[in-house]
Nanobody, 113 residues
Framework: QVQIVESGGGLVQPGESLRLSCDASGISFSAYVRAWYRQRPGKQRESVATITPRGSTNYARAVKGRFTISVDNATTTVYLQMSNLKPEDTAVYYC???????WGQGTQVTVSS
């Protein structure tokens, strides 16, 4: 049974940082393109960052230079380091493998003063 679990969300002030983690079991997660998506209030789910099995990364324009996706190859945990957070980054953040049904339940990130 595939299980993907995100963690690390919370409430932060603008300008602060947060790191999200994504752990997968029951799947060779490292063999997939892995991604962080988010769904902001009243918006459709959108891609934030992706990383290929070979480590190539891609970012949405809105987060480029502020967010970093990475993988711990020893544990296959996928991270999203978010810096200089803005109120518009408030969303539920999801980790998973695009094009598959393998997604977590999401973790809430709220950026507010």
């Amino acid at each position: 049974q595939v299980q993907i679990v995100e963690s690390g969300g919370g409430l932060v002030q603008p300008g602060e940082s947060l790191r999200l983690s994504c752990d997968a079991s029951g799947i060779s997660f490292s063999a997939y393109v892995r991604a962080w998506y988010r769904q902001r209030p009243g918006k459709q789910r959108e891609s934030v960052a992706t990383i290929t099995p070979r480590g190539s990364t891609n970012y949405a324009r809105a987060v480029k230079g502020r967010f970093t996706i990475s993988v711990d190859n020893a544990t296959t945990t996928v991270y999203l380091q978010m810096s200089n957070l803005k109120p518009e980054d408030t969303a539920v953040y999801y980790c998973g493998a695009p094009g598959t049904a393998h997604w977590g339940q999401g973790t809430q990130v709220t950026v507010s003063s």
